[in-house]
């Protein structure tokens, strides 16, 4: 009688640490599912408050225009002064999982004027389905180097939106941008003549 109790019990037990095992299981799922899910709003809060990767920054389309203008009077003469410098910012195209896609910047870098009145610069990315299935897509982005970031001011981005493409489409994707001109008072970035703006684009399933 009391083997067969106590053999009652080891099996109660061992029920119970198949429950405990599977809920523990269940558990880490849900957390990875979780994380997974919120990575990419977790990285685009991280780079507002620390400025990683570059800033996002909103100008009404009449400061735009009226630094576009402004740049007109900067010429050969006024890249001689230290109020100014050419920056070279080269573009980079990357895509994760093993994605259908095709995913690229129109141009491969850009040369522009970085000081008081330089204008912003448009530029293109395109990213095309090569599946004959609809598709979500999200691109986070960097840029370096990492102590040139907190200059790089992305005035329109597709960063952090999730971008529809339907199958066998072709989307164009632009992003403003301006190097604040703070950075020609950095002593540490006085050689600083390239950044790099990459963006990465990763599939959302529904």
């Known amino acids: 009688m009391i083997s067969s109790f106590l053999s009652k019990l080891g099996s109660q037990n061992n029920?119970?640490?198949?429950?405990?095992?599977?809920?523990?299981?269940l558990g880490i799922v849900f957390i990875i599912f979780g994380l997974s899910y919120l990575a990419v709003p977790l990285y685009r809060i991280y780079c507002q408050i620390t400025g990683y990767g570059g800033t996002i920054k909103t100008f009404n389309i009449g400061e735009i225009t009226t630094k576009t203008t402004e740049t007109h009077s900067i010429d050969s003469q006024n890249l001689k002064s230290p109020l100014y410098r050419e920056i070279t910012v080269r573009f980079n195209?990357?895509?994760?999982?093993?994605?259908?896609?095709?995913?690229?910047?129109?141009?491969?870098?850009?040369?522009?004027?970085?000081?008081?009145?330089?204008?912003?610069?448009?530029?293109?990315?395109?990213?095309?389905?090569?599946?004959?299935?609809?598709?979500?897509?999200?691109a986070t982005y960097n840029v370096t180097p990492a102590k040139a970031a907190i200059y790089f001011n992305k005035i329109q981005c597709f960063c952090f939106d999730e971008q529809r493409i339907k199958g066998n489409e072709t989307i164009e994707l632009s992003v403003l941008f301006q190097v604040d001109a703070s950075i020609l008072k950095d002593e540490a970035l006085k050689d600083i003549d390239l950044i790099t703006l990459s963006y990465s684009f990763f599939e959302i399933k529904e």
């Open 15 to 25: 029920r119970g640490e198949s429950w405990s095992k599977g809920f523990y299981f």
């Open 93 to 138: 195209a990357d895509l994760n999982e093993n994605l259908p896609w095709i995913f690229k910047p129109a141009a491969n870098e850009v040369k522009i004027i970085v000081g008081e009145g330089a204008a912003p610069t448009l530029t293109f990315y395109s990213l095309t389905n090569l599946s004959d299935q609809p598709a979500i897509g999200v």
